[in-house]
């Protein structure tokens, strides 16, 4: 099947109209034209013009690098298979398995075939029935995030919002309510910052398509993309080594959507999925996205400069930006340094999945807290993911990790926010995996493992294991060290009352832990001169 240039379609449909109506569902929105045309004016007036020399005197506002944890949320109609992971939509459609789990037997054996129960069928099943966002922003503030942001838009094409680019949306279809404006209330009624992401750049090739599929039909196309000649290709799944550069239509239509949440949400921050660029080796003068990320940011920026309020940050991954021009984020991986300027690791509670599915692979509290220390100490925040039901509420587990997460806050918290790092950001044998999805070949850490932050003179040293001996060394702290050549004064553990015992010696600073634990797991030394 191949797309005619003007395909127009007779639609009849509950999930369209109730009247019979010639529309051209392939052709470009009829606001889109106006509305680029708009942006293009607000981007050019300064202060920041849609040039990378200009975006790149950008500075990341000082709440962003104190807040130093925040919360991600996937939810949407994919929480409604609720199998294998939230790339459901786009593995219901290809034959064959990911990550052991194949997606396109599954649906046929319990949904029938996708001609005539495509991902469009599982919207009307997402009632999101028992969804309060005051309770969410209630848990979020609890677990001692100090931001959050939840998916605007994920690869599906269906907005989590009232969006005025297409009918597929969340106040028309499924929920019927506008789940962005009413989570952007409630998080900022908690002192929260808001934030959203979007991963529609995708949208572009998501859906792999075959004449035997309800996503071959044109007049689904403002759901699925249109049914471009290349997504009918045997490869067409394999977008790692195969990604066509979008196209004019899509990429101003992406502009006009991107553009909307910032009006309408006011977002402080705004997170985009790699779409945005093809690969992690093509770099930002080569992206053939790049015109449209430069008015995006200059939009963004502009609107959130002079405003009273702090500029809007952008977060990107792999090359799309320039390192200064917007702030870097790794996907489930981290540093293994020290890395200036300030970035950002996102990951999820679950190593299965980011949206919610069933039998969930949970991390522990204990694994996820290190991570936010060994963040921390190289100068990064953590954003984390918990994957809602498709009824609204949020899994106890996810519930009872965040808690956990709070819980170990409240006694530690101020090796954590308000810090930066060190002049060295720790010591310990175990490494960590720093390319793309790669925290699965992460090792836990040991007693061996220090991490370090800095406030004004205080020194915070967190040790990742609580000893077997009871006591520990840290070597980037003995006599001459180069890092710390004052006395040290005292030593205190948070959260404990005890008196703490140190000697320093030319092998380190060797430290008698108290004999009980004031926390669960990650024990911080507080050090002044």
């Known amino acids: 099947m191949t797309l005619s240039a003007a395909a127009t379609v007779f639609v009849t449909s509950s999930l369209s109209a109730q009247s019979t109506t010639a529309v051209d569902r392939t052709a470009p929105h009829p606001k889109v034209a106006a509305a680029v045309e708009r942006i293009e004016t607000a981007a050019q007036a300064g202060p920041f013009q849609p040039e990378w020399s200009s975006l790149e005197k950008y500075e990341i506002p000082q709440w962003y690098k104190d807040a130093k944890f925040g919360i991600f949320i996937h939810w949407g109609a994919y929480s409604v298979p609720a199998f294998g992971s939230e790339w459901y939509p786009r593995q219901m459609y290809i034959n064959k398995g990911r990550r052991g789990d ?4 599954h649906h046929i054996k319990t949904y029938g075939p996708q001609k005539t129960f495509g991902y469009k069928d599982f919207i009307p099943m997402f ?19 100090k931001y959050v942001v939840p998916v605007a838009e994920h690869h599906d094409g269906f907005p989590m919002y009232e969006c005025d680019y297409t009918r597929w949306d969340a106040t028309e279809m499924g929920p019927k309510r506008d789940v962005i404006e009413e989570l952007s209330e409630a998080i900022r009624a908690e002192g929260l910052k808001f934030g959203v992401s979007s991963h529609r750049a995708f949208n572009w090739m998501f859906y792999v398509r075959n004449e035997n599929f309800d996503n071959a039909d044109p007049q689904y196309a403002d759901l699925y993309g249109r049914p471009m000649p290349f997504l009918f290709k045997e490869n067409a799944w394999d977008y790692q080594h195969f990604f066509p550069p979008q196209d004019q239509q899509f990429k101003d239509d992406w502009l006009a959507r991107s553009c909307e949440l910032i009006d309408k949400y006011q977002p402080d921050l705004f997170w985009f999925d790699f779409g945005i660029t093809p690969s992690r080796h093509v770099n930002y003068n080569e992206n053939k996205f790049s015109d449209h990320l430069k008015k995006f940011a200059a939009y963004y920026y502009n609107k959130t400069s002079g405003s009273g309020s702090d500029i809007g940050i952008i977060n990107y991954k792999w090359q799309a930006f320039p390192e200064s021009a917007a702030v870097l984020d790794k996907e489930r ?60 509420t949020i899994p106890q587990e996810d519930q009872d990790i965040l808690r956990a997460i709070g819980g170990w806050l409240k006694v530690n918290g101020e090796s954590i926010y308000d810090t930066t790092y060190w002049k060295v950001f720790g010591e310990g044998p175990t490494t960590v995996s720093t390319g793309h999805v790669s925290e699965s070949k992460d090792k836990p850490f040991t007693s061996d493992e220090v991490r370090f932050s800095q406030k004004g003179d205080v020194v915070y040293a967190t040790i990742l294991a609580w000893p077997e001996s009871g006591e520990v060394t840290i070597r980037a702290l003995g006599k001459g060290s180069e890092y710390w050549s004052d006395e040290i004064g005292s030593v205190e553990m948070l959260g404990s009352d005890e008196t703490i015992r140190f000697e320093r010696t030319d092998a380190g600073l060797n430290v008698k832990m108290p004999s009980e634990k004031p926390c669960d797991f990650a024990y911080v030394l507080k050090l002044t001169k």
């Open 102 to 105: 194949n997606f396109f037997e």
């Open 127 to 145: 009632k999101a029935e028992k969804f309060d966002a005051a309770e969410w922003a209630k848990l979020f503030k609890e677990t001692g995030a």
């Open 333 to 392: 991986s981290k540093m293994d340094k020290i890395r200036t300027p300030f970035w950002q690791t996102d990951t999820a509670v679950s190593s299965s999945s980011w949206g919610y599915t069933e039998n969930q692979k949970y991390k522990t509290p204990d694994r996820l807290v290190d991570d936010l220390v060994d963040i921390v100490s190289k100068n990064g925040c953590l954003l984390l993911n918990v994957g809602p039901r498709s009824d609204g």
